[in-house]
């Protein structure tokens, strides 16, 4: 586990150490997503964090099934109703 000690600017501004963005394959300008846990601040990769909410909700969706296409054939059914 890395680990550095940073000093937060007035304006409330941290940098994320080079070595840390390295690792996470952070470029300039990379995005964060950033969650309270407890009174812990996590620090995520927008597309870490994309693709642990798409596992999480992958374990409620049937193998094999279109969401996608399930949800245009409601819409579709809802819309010849009215």
């Known amino acids: 586990m890395q680990q550095a000690n940073v000093a937060m600017a007035p304006n409330g501004r941290i940098v994320v150490p080079a070595?840390?963005?390295?690792?996470?394959g952070l470029e300039r300008g990379?995005?964060?997503?950033?969650?309270l846990v407890g009174r812990t601040?996590?620090?995520?990769p927008l597309d870490?964090?994309?693709?642990r909410?798409?596992?999480s909700v992958r374990r409620y969706v049937?193998?094999?099934s279109g969401l996608v296409e399930e949800l245009i054939a409601e819409r579709?059914?809802?819309?010849?109703?009215e």
């Open 76 to 81: 579709r059914a809802a819309a010849e109703r």
């Open 19 to 24: 070595r840390m963005r390295a690792a996470l």
């Open 62 to 64: 049937p193998p094999g």
């Open 41 to 44: 601040v996590v620090l995520e």
């Open 48 to 51: 870490a964090a994309i693709r």
């Open 30 to 35: 990379g995005r964060l997503i950033a969650r």
């Open 53 to 55: 909410a798409q596992a």
